[in-house]
């Protein structure tokens, strides 16, 4: 069974190899609101924490398929902060984390001014950084979350493109603290992640 596992894996990556397509690789950098989702806990009076992002993108398009990975760093321009003792005794919230997304889905030509694409996956979070008040509780998580996107490039070169992109991701953390009005504290890395970048195809198959 192993070896007809094998087989197939092997056919399935030498098909995806020689087909027709293109394989881009390039840089990104992003921005998120309310990180960590703090504002949606009842009663939570926050203000948000906003974290900038810098990444590395890499694409496969086949025809009307696409495939996309890379790894995204994403840190805090403005650390959160729960005001009024809304959530137990937690003051501050300072969440880091690393971002592997791996989607696939379908991608569709514009003319010749570049191309629309949209699918599903997810991601893999590697989260740290704290929450802090009387108290400070480090995170320190794994985490795979599933996820929508969509971007669209437009080509600026012949070998280049801009790239501009949207994804929504959907994860919660095991409980990081306890605060007595909120007994277990998650980390909610879920929303709306928006970025912009170049992207540059190093070969074209016709």
Request: charged fraction near 20%; proline fraction near 1%; glycine fraction near 14%.
């Amino acid at each position: 069974m192993k070896k007809l596992i094998y087989i197939i894996l092997f056919i399935f990556i030498n098909q995806v190899l020689l087909a027709s397509g293109k394989v881009s690789a390039g840089i990104t950098v992003g921005y998120q609101n309310d990180v960590g989702n703090f504002d949606e806990k009842s009663g939570a009076s926050v203000d948000y924490q906003n974290n900038l992002s810098l990444g590395g993108i890499f694409k496969f398009d086949m025809g009307f398929v696409f495939f996309r990975s890379g790894v995204e760093y994403s840190y805090p321009i403005e650390k959160g902060k729960i005001r009024d003792g809304s959530i137990g005794n937690l003051e501050y919230t300072k969440i880091i984390f690393w971002e592997v997304p791996v989607y696939g889905g379908l991608n569709l030509t514009i003319r010749d001014y570049g191309s629309l694409y949209f699918g599903g996956g997810g991601s893999y979070i590697f989260g740290y950084g704290y929450v802090e008040g009387a108290s400070k509780n480090k995170i320190d998580t794994q985490l795979f979350g599933t996820g929508f996107i969509a971007g669209i490039e437009s080509e600026i070169f012949n070998d280049m493109s801009l790239l501009v992109e949207w994804e929504y991701m959907s994860v919660r953390s095991s409980p990081v603290a306890s605060t007595g009005t909120y007994k277990d504290v998650t980390i909610d890395y879920s929303g709306n992640r928006f970025r912009i970048g170049c992207i540059y195809h190093f070969n074209r198959y016709d």
